[in-house]
């Protein structure tokens, strides 16, 4: 059993920062990798980041390269979202996800946090 909980949203203007946080509730042999996902309006939800369970590999979207950065403290089973240089197009609903990662490739499973709202005015 995977329980996920986001925290860290709100609302910032173009060009600020926000450190999204998502506290994990699982066994530490199962050594699961972390993805973030966000959902805007009317969209699909799509990739954003994710790292490995050591840390070792990061994921990344195009859209998000350079400004997010995404890491992990597994002695708490928290990973994080450091967002930069936000856009108003990076408002979403941003979510919690745990999987794997092989061969350079993130595979996320259907464990999801409840998601946390970013918003980025102009």
């Known amino acids: 059993q995977v329980q996920l909980v986001e925290s860290g949203g709100g609302l910032v203007q173009a060009g600020g920062s926000l450190r999204l946080s998502c506290a994990a509730s699982v066994r530490t042999s199962s050594k699961l990798a972390m993805g973030w996902f966000r959902q805007a309006p009317g969209k699909e939800r799509e990739f954003v980041a994710a790292?490995?369970?050591?840390?070792?590999?990061?994921y990344y979207a195009d859209s998000v390269k350079g400004r997010f950065t995404v890491s992990r403290d597994n002695a708490k089973i928290t990973v994080y979202l450091q967002m930069n240089s936000l856009k108003p197009e990076d408002t979403a609903v941003y979510y919690c996800?745990?999987?794997?990662?092989?061969?350079?490739?993130?595979?996320?499973?259907?464990?999801w946090g409840q998601g946390t709202q970013v918003t980025v005015s102009s």
């Open positions: 790292i490995s369970w050591s840390g070792s590999r990061t």
């Open positions: 996800n745990a999987g794997y990662d092989y061969s350079g490739n993130y595979d996320p499973r259907d464990y």
